[in-house]
Structures are given as structure tokens and as C-alpha cells.
């Protein structure tokens, strides 16, 4: 080999090492355990951190499948939807996985399910739609369920006005002057009512959880580099993620929500407790179904590839009920073991190439169980919209 074939070969050698180091910069993930930042005898570096951003995979149309080659498995992606941009990935997880996943959420010890605030909210707020100082059946049906996340039927809340004394002149309108208790007072009143009625909460379920940054389990390992590489993001932030084990029985429901909260400004993200005020932040959900569902169970989305969104009529429509609205809903995935159902619960940010706004069509939630029991496990990507604070956790990782 001459001197000069001999430099043309080092120079197409130097530029395939500097490609693969871009794509190793911008998240791509190509074995277990690789993430963006490593620890090196200078402390921890993240490489090129300036060139990280977040990636959205293009679903190109309804029914596209790609495969994709994840730790020695060749998985199908099935494009679902656009708007909402949702996937499909059958056999997922192995059975045994699966199993492992419940197992271990029996051995933690599941709890009732509560809904989180999405964002802070001060007080509560009468819902007069139409302005004439007085709540109709259907805007205090809205007032509970934006106050207290519990979905009343008209006869439930006339029967509470016979319980409270509110409506004095039985017209099922409630004035100013005959919304005679508090705020505390109505929650203590719908708080018991729930107790003898628990499907009329919006959540109806027990659950686990799992944190990847605290685990060893090895297995729970595995699947973390899984999505890790099907995603295409670095084990950094599938490790600042969260994993909830939810199981649902009969009338076990979730009705509908978004996963994450709009971007507020001066409202900072919540960091597993450590913050009172602070909004819910996950860039991303990725959906395991963990056994067969003999009748219903199915994950709704009621807003998919809708024109618009009000959310106010789509309240008092009952579009977020799934618990009675299941059917209506204009996108519905049937539950299958081993099943992952992925989409993004926010936009990228043209100018930072991090965590932009609320994608409010991914709106969703569990229907109805119907016969047997259901069990998913839901794997929140957390990020901040400020990428400075999620470098500073990956960092963080390797200094411990």
C-alpha cells in the first residue's frame, strides 16, 4: 500500500470514527449499560453534551412497521396514530418478564392509586360556564371533577343536595347564595362517598413502584437498555426515569388524563417528593401490559386525530369518563401480554432541541375492566424543558 492510499484510508477511517461519535452524542444507545455520561479518571464527563438532544421518532404513516434490533431481539414497531403519534410493540417483554414485573410489585406491596396534580392549583374553582352566577347539574358535575378528580352521575349530585341542604328551592340550579359549605366540606362529604363507591373516582387501581437509578435487579436491567435503544435515548435518562406497576380488578379503571403538565414558568418540575409546588414532567410513556385481560382493560384515547379540543364541553360531554365512555373513544388499544404502547407526551423545543409543550391529543386512559384482572406497568421518561438540570442528574449518577 502506498502513502497515499495509505491517507485516504486513515481519513475515511477518522471520518467514520467522527460519525459514530455524533450518533453516540445524540443519544444513541448500541449495548447495556452505555449512556451519555461515563466516569473517567478527570471525574465525569458527558461527551459533546452540547450535541445531546431528544429524539422523536417519525411514524411516518398509520400502519408502518419498523424493525428494530434491541438487545438481540428483533421487535416490530407498528406506527397506531399520528395525532396523537403512538406506537405498538408486540412481545415486548418475554412472559417471564413479565411475570418477573408483578411478582416483584406483590413483593414491594401495592397501595390504592391516587392522582397527582399536574400542576398547582389554588383553591377551588366554580365552574360557570355560562356566566349566570348560578352551577347548573352539568357545570357542578364539571366543578367536582376538575376539584376532586371524582365523576358524578345527576342523580349522585342531587343526592347530595338533598344530603347538604343546598338546594332550597329544588330547581337544580345552585346560586351564590345557596352554596352554603365550604370547599373542606364538600371534599369530606365526596371523600365518603367514594369510600362506598370507589369507581367513581377517576382511578380505580392499586400500585408499585420501581426506580432504575435505585434497582439491581438484573432483569429490570435488561429491559431499561431495551428502551434505551428502541427510543433511541441513552441509559442516563431511562435510569432518572420512573416504572409504576398498576393492577386493576373488575371496574378497575383510570379515566381520562395527560401524563405531563403544561410548562409553567417559575414552576419547577417535581423530583419524586422532593418538591410541594411543582408540575408533573415526563417527555414521554412507554406502556407494557403485563398479563391477559379476559374482558376490557383497553388504554382509550379519546382525542386522537379530533380538529380541535375544548376541554370544558368535552367534560360535560363525558369525554374523559371512560369509566361509562370507554366505547366513544376514537382510539383504542387493546391490552395483550408482553404489548408496549409508546407516544410522546410533549413536542421537541425548535430552538433548545429539549422538552417543548403538552401534546393535549395524547389525552388518555384505561377503560373498564370487565372480567378478570388486568396488570400494566407504565415507564415514565422523565425530562425537564431546562436540558442544564437533566445534564446535572446524569452527572449526578456517576458520582455517587
Same mark, same amino acid.
Given at each position: 500500500? @502506498?502513502?497515499?492510499?495509505?491517507?485516504?484510508? $486513515?481519513?475515511?477511517f477518522a471520518c467514520i470514527n467522527v460519525y459514530i461519535a455524533v450518533c453516540n452524542a445524540n443519544g444513541k444507545v448500541t449495548g447495556e449499560g452505555e449512556g451519555f455520561c461515563q466516569k473517567t479518571s478527570d471525574g465525569v464527563t458527558c461527551v459533546n453534551h452540547d450535541d445531546l438532544r431528544l429524539t422523536r421518532i417519525d411514524g411516518m404513516q398509520v400502519g408502518n412497521v419498523r424493525t428494530i434490533n434491541a438487545d438481540g431481539k428483533k421487535l416490530q414497531m407498528k406506527t397506531l396514530n399520528i395525532k396523537p403519534l403512538v406506537f405498538e410493540i408486540e412481545d415486548f417483554l418475554s412472559d417471564d418478564e413479565c411475570d418477573h414485573f408483578i411478582e416483584t410489585a406483590k413483593q414491594i406491596g401495592l397501595e390504592s392509586s391516587h392522582t397527582e396534580n399536574q400542576s398547582p392549583k389554588q383553591g377551588l374553582q366554580l365552574m360557570d360556564v355560562n356566566s349566570d352566577k348560578a352551577l347548573s347539574l352539568s357545570e357542578m358535575k364539571l366543578t367536582i371533577e376538575n376539584g376532586y378528580d371524582i365523576y358524578l352521575d345527576e342523580e349522585d349530585i342531587i343526592q347530595m343536595y338533598k344530603d347538604l341542604k343546598l338546594d332550597s328551592n329544588n330547581d337544580n340550579l345552585i346560586t351564590q347564595a345557596e352554596m352554603t359549605i365550604s370547599p373542606k366540606q364538600l371534599k369530606t362529604y365526596l371523600s365518603e362517598f367514594v369510600k362506598k363507591h370507589p369507581e367513581k373516582h377517576s382511578r380505580y387501581s392499586r400500585q408499585a413502584w420501581l426506580y432504575p437509578d435505585k434497582s439491581t435487579d438484573t432483569i429490570f436491567r435488561a429491559v431499561q437498555s431495551r428502551v434505551s435503544q428502541v427510543v433511541d435515548l441513552p441509559m442516563d435518562l431511562i435510569r432518572l426515569s420512573d416504572f409504576q406497576v398498576v393492577t386493576y380488578g373488575v371496574k378497575g379503571h383510570y379515566n381520562a388524563h395527560l401524563d405531563s403538565s403544561h410548562i409553567i414558568k417559575d414552576v419547577r418540575c417535581c423530583d419524586r417528593g422532593l418538591y410541594s409546588k411543582c408540575r408533573i414532567c415526563r417527555y414521554m410513556t412507554v406502556l407494557f401490559y403485563l398479563n391477559e385481560v379476559k374482558s376490557g382493560g383497553e388504554t382509550a384515547f379519546p382525542f386522537a386525530n379530533k380538529e380541535s379540543i375544548d376541554e370544558n364541553k368535552a367534560h360535560i360531554d363525558g369525554v374523559h369518563h371512560l369509566y361509562k365512555n370507554c366505547e @366513544?373513544?376514537? $382510539?383504542?388499544?387493546?391490552?395483550?401480554?408482553g404489548k408496549a404502547v409508546i407516544w410522546y407526551n410533549h413536542f421537541i423545543d425548535d430552538d433548545t432541541n429539549w422538552m417543548g409543550e403538552v401534546d393535549e391529543y395524547t389525552l388518555h386512559g384505561g377503560c373498564p375492566v370487565t372480567e378478570g384482572e388486568k396488570w400494566i406497568a407504565n415507564f415514565w421518561i422523565k425530562t425537564n424543558n431546562d436540558k442544564s438540570i437533566d445534564l446535572k442528574k446524569m452527572k449526578n449518577l456517576y458520582s455517587k
Open positions: 500500500m @502506498n502513502c497515499q492510499t495509505m491517507q485516504g484510508f $486513515l481519513y475515511i @366513544n373513544a376514537t $382510539l383504542r388499544v387493546p391490552p395483550k401480554k
